[in-house]
């Protein structure tokens, strides 16, 4: 039953695991066997093992140099360096995937290492994010790279201000940030003295504690002697603890695969810009368990679908389509989680525009605060969404009041009913749709036609963005003008931080030169569409999908053995 899930790719992996598994099994019961310790290191080596391959020798490298014992736990492990090894091309088998690393040695030669994975250590660059998308916020070093360190002196009335400071070793951990007495510190890779390595990231914070605790060195001196009020103090924890602890208001269910989660959440709320995304994950610890196994979630990236600022509400629509997403149907009302954000960049909302929005099933919550405004930009928003069923429409009349001009379109089914006199529906996919209106067999002649549509922003499966690009050189051609096309690029997400992990790193090729360039989808995912590689986002959305298959079978066979309340 698991294998006919698999295609013939994933069958390949799925043995590999087991007959791993079961060397795992075998090793350890010969270890209880022989009373030691099991031997996985040589497991290891014999599947192929781990190979750091590095440009220069060992003895050149950073970890080598800064702390020699990871290099000797590390080789320990089983783990081989190949050093004056020059990475050049990764090979690819029949699927497509990593086969093998080939590299250029000391004299020019030519090797290849057998690779079923290959995992890129690109070096470290400090996170300015903030000061790209807020210019002038913080000063940056002499090369643009750092924050420039900063030192709080006491002057004579006893206040803190901020010195900048050149050079290593002064121990200097503030940005030039000041505001009433207030100041940003920084830490970490972030820091240009402490960069680089991990330990020495570890001792930032140990060097840094002891500047912030100055900053207070009065006011807790006074506080333990009894001369100073806490009311502050309590009241500002209080507000802190009320405003960063996020909690589930309601679940609701919109459509038999469909969830909505409305999170109580002030700043994750009050900073909501239409496009922009959150983290959501649940706590291991108010997670069900079932035969001893914890029911936790991945972090999920979710658009924010609409809030309610004065009620600190967030409401993000979840597509039940694996593990994670399903377990949000379990999420109980005052349930703690984890709603980290927003992030991503905000969509660019046209002014005095005609906008073509394009949603498949889950876009349409995405689209829906875009759609409001854009309208109150000025906007005229035409609105095409689609869904598999007429069973898997929600928000409705929602979507309705911030649309100038609905199309709804199911594949298969009865038609959508329409609520006002202007909407459309139609049986068909969402290009068939488009293609319909324009040519005018839905409505002649079109409300907006599409020679006067300025931009187009279209939201949902990879599939559907990539028919919806084709489609504006094919069959929509005749009927549009040149245009901005954007597309909400769905690429795989793990730390959501932007510009972290590199998890969500997307490929695009420009039009017209051809130039290969790669992008965070996690910074902007409001990418150029026709620049798009959709052949590299299918394949980073399936790299992980057989474990997806299996730990979605898991779950239905927890499931199976307890009775767990979902809405």
Known sequence: AVFKLCNFEEQD??????????????????????????????????????????????????????NHEEVIKAMEEGVAFRGQATPVEIELDEFGSTKGLVCDGPNGERFTLTAKSVSVAAGTSPNVIYEKENPSTFELDGR??????????????????????????????????????????????????????????MASAKDGAPKVFELFADGIAKAEKGGAPTD????????????????????????????????????????????????????????????????????LALTGAWTDPEKDLLSMVVLEMGTSSRLC??????????????????????????????????GNAVLMSIAQAMRQAGSRVIYFAGYRRPEDLFFQSRIEQVTDQ?????DKGSPIATHRPQDLSFVGNIVESMHAYASGQLQSPPMFPFQSVDRVLAIGSDRMMRAVKDARFSVLAPSMKSHVAIGSINSPMQCMMKEVCAQCLQRQVDPSTGRE???????????????????????????????????????????????????
């Open 13 to 66: 992996v799925l043995r590999e695991y087991l007959s791993h598994g079961r060397a795992v099994r075998e090793e350890k019961q010969a270890a209880d066997r022989q009373k030691r310790i099991p031997d996985f290191a040589r497991l290891c080596r014999e599947w192929g093992g781990v190979t750091v391959a590095y440009r220069k020798r060992l003895q050149d490298s950073p970890a080598y140099r800064l």
């Open 329 to 362: 149907a379990l999420l109980k009302p005052g349930e703690t989680v984890v709603t980290m954000g927003p992030t991503g960049a905000p969509s660019e909302i046209a002014s005095g525009e005609t906008v073509l929005l394009v949603g498949g099933g889950l």
């Open 517 to 567: 360039t790669f992008v965070f989808s996690c910074f902007n995912q409001d990418q150029p569409l026709d620049s798009v590689d959709f052949d590299f986002l299918k394949d980073r959305l399936s790299m992980n999908s057989l474990l997806e298959k299996l730990s979605d079978k898991h779950l239905e066979l927890l499931l199976s053995r307890a009775k767990v309340d979902r809405i």
């Open 144 to 201: 643009g790279r750092f924050f420039k360190k900063h030192q709080a002196v006491k002057d004579s009335a006893g206040t803190f201000k901020l010195e900048a400071v050149e050079g290593k070793g002064s121990r200097a951990f503030f940005t030039s940030f000041q505001h009433e007495g207030k100041f940003v510190s920084f830490y970490g890779d972030n820091h240009p003295d402490y960069a680089g390595n991990v330990v020495k990231a």
């Open 406 to 410: 609905m199309i709804w379109s199911v």
């Open 232 to 299: 502050k103090w309590e009241r500002l924890v209080n507000e802190m603890q009320e405003a960063l602890t996020p909690k589930v208001a309601r679940v609701n269910r919109l459509a038999p695969n469909i969830v909505e989660v409305i999170v109580k959440s002030k700043y994750a709320t009050r900073k909501f810009k239409p496009g922009q995304f959150y983290r959501l994950q649940n706590f291991e610890t108010n997670s069900h368990s079932i035969d001893g196994n914890r029911l936790c979630m991945e972090g």
